[in-house]
């Protein structure tokens, strides 16, 4: 790879993160950062292929990722690890999404796996950790809270495959 693509690779990178980190940006804002960048023109180029793509949208008043946006830069991002010692407990997440909603149960799934839930049943997935305090701002922002039920269980029939799934030895459970 040339060192001009790999430069560009890693300017979209940096707007994808930036676009994570902010969520919506105005045209302003996108407006000085391209003047700032005037001299490296990737920056600009970034935006245009990322929106192009459908990763970010652009609206009258400016510029946001799309779903398609997060989840891409979800992928992005190194799984996540334990931070903290297994508390014992699974947490779980079940979800009734109307049929006519096939693109918001698509989107959902897709956050589940990213964010590292495992699929117990069709609509039930589970996962040791404590919730990502960006998972649920991405449920709320699409308006998928009404759809999903949150329990947190401390006995779950047949959690040894699970254990085995997320790793969770003696040690830490």
């Not at 700032?36 to 970034?46: E, I």
């Not at 008043?61 to 779903?67: C, E, I, S, V, W």
């Not at 109307?98 to 589970?126: H, I, M």
Request: hydrophobic share 35%; proline share 3%.
């Amino acid at each position: 790879m040339a060192k001009t693509a790999r430069e560009g690779y890693r300017h979209a990178e940096a707007v994808i993160d930036f676009f994570m980190d902010v969520g919506y940006v105005t045209r302003e804002a996108v407006g000085e950062l391209i003047e700032y960048h005037k001299k490296n023109k990737h920056f600009r180029q970034s935006l245009k292929r990322l929106t192009a793509r459908g990763i970010i949208r652009e609206t009258t008043r400016g510029f946001a990722l799309t779903p398609k946006g997060i989840i891409y830069a979800l992928k992005k991002r190194p799984p996540r690890e334990l931070k903290k010692p297994w508390d014992g407990k699974w947490r779980l997440v079940s979800f009734d999404v109307p049929t006519c909603d096939n693109s918001k149960r698509a989107f959902l799934r897709g956050l589940l796996k990213e964010f590292g839930f495992y699929k117990l049943q069709g609509s039930v997935w589970v996962c040791p950790n404590h919730f990502a305090e960006n998972f649920w701002k991405l449920v709320v922002h699409y308006d998928l809270e009404q759809y999903c039920k949150v329990m947190l269980v401390e006995v779950l029939e047949g959690d040894e495959e699970l254990k085995e799934y997320f790793k969770l030895g003696k040690k830490n459970g």
